[in-house]
């Protein structure tokens, strides 16, 4: 069974950066061909869309809540995805997961924290 796994959340100030990872683990996951995605869930919330990003890794295309401030990348020899994110705000606050996109039910992990302190 393949499982996606994502590191790299953390606590930080308002105004910070922190750089998250994703790759698969268990059996062997065709991650070239497919579009993948940043998802994040704040407590009491719905998990929503933040970015993705094609097999080409050009054209990523995000929220407009993180547009400019966000940037999703994908290194396809590693099977990881990357998200680059500055100025970050309280409300990014939330659990980031990495999926497929259109997501996948069974790719969802354990996600990986990120708190951003005003």
């Known amino acids: 069974q393949v499982q996606l796994v994502e590191s790299g959340g953390g606590l930080v100030q308002a105004g910070g950066s922190l750089r998250l990872s994703c790759a698969p683990s268990g059996r062997t996951f065709s991650f070239t061909a497919l579009r993948m995605a940043w998802f994040r869930q704040a407590l009491g919330t719905e998990r929503e869309f933040v970015a993705s990003i094609p097999w080409t890794a050009v054209n990523g295309v995000y929220a407009d809540s993180v547009k400019g401030r966000f940037t999703i990348s994908r290194d396809n020899a590693k099977s990881t995805v990357y998200l680059q994110m500055n100025s970050l705000k309280p409300e990014d606050t939330a659990v980031y997961y990495c999926?497929?996109?259109?997501?996948?039910?069974?790719?969802w992990g354990q996600g990986t924290q990120v708190t951003v302190s005003s």
């Open positions: 999926n497929t996109h259109p997501a996948r039910e069974s790719y």
